[in-house]
């Protein structure tokens, strides 16, 4: 899916520059994508639930 892998590179991108976390793009929303999804969300304190929840896309600049 598409969406995905646009998701994990913006999520690859914004975790070299706020932690040094690398992931890599697979194109499946697995293990290693929750994880890098809560990293993020915690890093912009809101709740890490490690889905692409509203807030989490608007702050990686994919929703309204």
Known sequence: DGR???LSARLRV???LT???RLNVSGTY???TI???QRFQR???IPATGY???HALKRLGLGN
């Open 14 to 16: 914004t975790s070299s």
């Open 19 to 21: 932690d040094r976390l």
């Open 30 to 32: 697995d293990d290693e």
């Open 35 to 37: 994880g890098a999804m």
């Open 4 to 6: 995905v892998d646009t």
């Open 43 to 45: 890093s912009q304190k």
């Open 52 to 54: 692409p929840t509203a």
